[in-house]
């Protein structure tokens, strides 16, 4: 496994005021798999998420961003619950159809 791109230095600059930065959360589909990513960074906290989840809708709307890295076919999902919760998304995919459909629910 090839660790993403989720490090903020923010988050592993202990000279940065906590009041000043963002925690990160590390969501995977298991625990031991997130917890390997956040791999003892101390503002960064695991969490075991499925994107079919009922509880996805809530755990994205509690924050600003969410950098998604599932599989592409996903990504329409991970939109779809971050438009709920009025939250940005930002993913490593072109732009699907799926993704273009939510394109105007997106904007309002």
């Known amino acids: 496994m090839t660790l993403p791109s989720v ?3 923010l988050i592993m ?3 940065v005021p906590l009041t000043n930065i963002c925690v990160q959360i590390v969501a995977c589909r298991t625990l031991p798999t997130a917890e390997k990513l ?3 960074r101390p503002r960064a906290v695991a969490l075991a998420l499925n994107v ?3 509880d996805l809708d809530k755990h994205i709307a509690s924050h600003d961003v969410v950098i998604s ?3 592409f076919i996903y990504h329409a ?3 779809r619950s971050a438009i709920k ?3 940005h998304v930002v993913t490593t995919s072109y732009v699907s159809p799926a ?3 939510l394109d105007a629910a997106a904007k309002e």
């Open 38 to 40: 956040v791999g003892g």
């Open 52 to 54: 079919n989840s009922p």
């Open 85 to 87: 919760g009025k939250t």
């Open 7 to 9: 490090s903020i230095n």
């Open 77 to 79: 999902d991970v939109i």
């Open 69 to 71: 890295l599932v599989p």
């Open 99 to 101: 993704m273009r459909e």
């Open 13 to 15: 600059d202990h000279r």
